[in-house]
């Protein structure tokens, strides 16, 4: 009886953090959207550095209550974590400030074949033939949502790229994937210096705020032409800025939470889910704007490809890396250090 409760509890536990991810990584895109069409907060930037200053004071809530302990990371990480997270979700944002909620997520697919692209050329990755085909089958989906969507526009599609490059090159140098985001990094910075998911948290937060706040009213500023200091902040917009700040806070939560606790299956699974609910609530929520039957089509088109890429990717030979030649020579001195070096499989 005893491991039946265990199970359900775990089973219960999965589905929770599940649902708590799927809530607030959708939740975030439709309350920003709303915040920037309809409020007429046109200042990403600067929001984006609020919902770190948000997350900063979780963060020492956190250290108060004993779960961040005292830890150290070298500056040089530090900075290409700032560099690289504030590039990529700042580019988001303006992408989603100047898109429709459609556009935003398919243009968001295209992170697919660029980071392909990136592997290809610098790790020599292999991909398969139905790895192959379900990226063109992605291309071709945005390409269709790109050319017929009536609402997309020169600096929305800039924006669009710029978002897409920015993150597809944080993905590669720092070697983790949107749809798990930080995973993979995250995983190699707490290894090499021993830091839990909240110690890292703690150390990024603080320098993501506080560099967003101060660059981001310039930033705003230069791409709006407007001034975040000269905004009507009515009761309504507040709010919408506080929801927004607080549903930032949990998707980071939720992020770390299912660090370890799903599959790479799991993440895709879900990463499946967000994108479908994206575009499902973008239509109910802000009308069809530049929606129509060839939209519609690349935009299923684009899903599938997602979807077959996932699976076609996962499978033995869908994506591999070519083997390096190696000579006698240096198979023998490999063989030579190994033996002198000992067994150390079992360590970490």
């Known amino acids: 009886m005893a491991p039946t409760s265990k199970a359900d509890r775990k089973a219960a536990l999965d589905a929770a953090a599940w649902m708590f991810n799927i809530v607030t990584s959708v939740g975030i895109i439709m309350v920003n959207k709303a915040l920037m069409a309809k409020y007429g907060f046109t200042f990403a930037t600067t929001l984006t550095g609020l919902h770190f200053a948000t997350t900063t004071l979780l963060t020492l809530v956190f250290r108060w209550l004993g779960y961040i302990q005292p830890s150290h990371l070298p500056l040089s990480n530090l900075m290409k974590f700032v560099l690289f997270g504030n590039l990529s979700i700042v580019g988001m944002n303006i992408s989603l400030m100047w898109n429709s909620v459609g556009f ?138 506080v929801l927004s700040c607080t549903i930032a806070v949990g998707t980071n939560l939720s992020q770390f939470i299912c660090i370890g606790r799903f599959t790479a299956v799991s993440f895709q699974v879900i990463g499946h889910m967000k994108t479908i609910l994206v575009l499902v609530l973008g239509f109910f929520l802000f009308g069809r704007e530049g929606l129509n039957l060839h939209v519609i089509f690349g935009m299923i088109l684009a899903v599938l490809g997602m979807i077959w890429y996932g699976n076609a990717s996962s499978k033995p030979g869908g994506k591999e890396r070519r083997p390096s030649y190696t000579s006698p020579a240096d198979k023998s001195q490999k063989l030579a250090l190994l033996a002198e070096s000992g067994d150390h499989s079992d360590k970490v």
């Open 104 to 241: 935003y997520q398919i243009a968001k697919l295209c992170m697919i074949p660029v980071s392909c692209l990136l592997e290809v050329v610098f790790d020599k990755i292999h991909y398969s033939r139905a790895t192959k085909l379900s990226i063109l089958v992605v291309l071709l989906g945005v390409g269709i949502c790109t050319v017929t969507d009536v609402s997309v526009n020169m600096k929305g599609l800039i924006a669009a790229i710029v978002a897409v490059w920015s993150t597809a090159l944080q993905q590669y140098v720092s070697k983790y994937g949107l749809s798990n985001i930080c995973l993979q990094y995250v995983h190699f910075l707490q290894k090499k210096y021993s830091l839990g998911s909240f110690n890292l948290l703690g150390h990024t937060a603080p320098f993501q705020a506080a560099s967003l706040l101060i660059l981001g009213p310039f930033v705003d500023y230069w791409l709006t032409n407007k001034r975040v200091d000269a905004f009507d902040y009515n009761i309504t917009s507040v709010f919408f800025i």
